[in-house]
């Protein structure tokens, strides 16, 4: 028993079908390579899978995948990279698996030829892969912060707004935002005069520019899914209202608190 393989005809579908999955998985991780390095990526894993027809060693195939991977994904310097690069090789497994079967269900239940097939499954995969980065971006910025402010302490859930550039006005040091209620028990009454607080001046989208009170705070251990930090003497702008319309945080961290 023997199979019919045309290599030329083997060789565009590795090379189209490889640069597809690639374009996917760099959606789903971290990476983000050029056109060219995935041009670079298709080419090295066809390259190689071919090889390995013409020498009879079919079973060597994930040579072909990791040399795909390499190609569009590898880092440098390897040592200080190398969870990236693992990450980027395990989102092309990952999604060759998924494109697959996707795939072979296209061709099963629809009378589709195979150029089309490929198409409608890598919209299916890409669809997905965007949802499942979108899921784990919000779990990357979600954050746990815990206060304190002299012996008593209190913990917020909070989330990362890259966008958040408030700043202190006389030493410019980074201000994060919490509901001015959260921090109600930490403050208590007639803290103003026992704390005392800076004006912060804040402008954001549909409203006219204001103050917000800013209170420095003993000591503030942010922690998120990459680690934790500790800040000594953070500055935390004091918001009337709340935060979040529904999304349940009641703190904004600064980029400069995070770990």
Not at 78 to 92: H, I, P
Not at 97 to 120: D, Y
Not at 174 to 194: F, K, N, T
Request: glycine share 8%; aromatic share 12%; net charge positive.
């Amino acid at each position: 028993m023997y199979y019919e393989c045309y290599i030329d005809q083997f060789f565009l579908e590795q090379l189209f079908g490889g640069f597809l999955l690639l374009l996917a998985a760099g959606r789903l991780c971290r990476a983000s390579p050029s056109r060219w390095r995935l041009a670079l990526g298709s080419l090295a894993g066809a390259a190689s899978m071919s090889a390995l027809i013409c020498l009879g060693r079919p079973k060597l195939y994930p040579l072909g995948f990791f040399a795909a991977a390499a190609a569009a994904f590898w880092r440098r310097p390897l040592r200080k990279e190398w969870r990236s690069n693992l990450e980027a090789a395990f989102c092309l497994l990952a999604v060759t698996v998924l494109f697959g079967g996707v795939l072979e269900a296209m061709t099963s239940l629809l009378p589709l030829p195979l150029l089309a097939a490929f198409f409608m499954a890598y919209v299916v995969l890409s669809a997905f892969s965007g949802f499942v980065r979108k899921k784990i971006r919000a779990t990357e910025n979600t954050a746990t912060v815990r206060i304190c402010l002299g012996d008593q302490s209190m913990i917020l859930e909070g989330i990362l707004d890259t966008g958040n550039l408030l700043r202190e006005p006389v030493m410019g040091r980074p201000v994060s935002i919490a509901d001015e209620m959260a921090l109600a028990p930490l403050l208590r009454s007639g803290w103003e005069e026992r704390q005392g607080f800076c004006l912060i001046p804040y402008h954001s989208l549909g409203t006219d520019n204001g103050w917000l009170r800013g209170v420095t705070f003993d000591e503030m251990t942010v922690t998120m899914r990459r680690g934790s930090r500790v800040v000594h003497r953070p500055v935390i702008a004091l918001y009337e209202g709340k935060v979040s319309a529904g999304s349940g945080y009641r703190f904004i961290l600064h980029p400069e608190h995070a770990p």
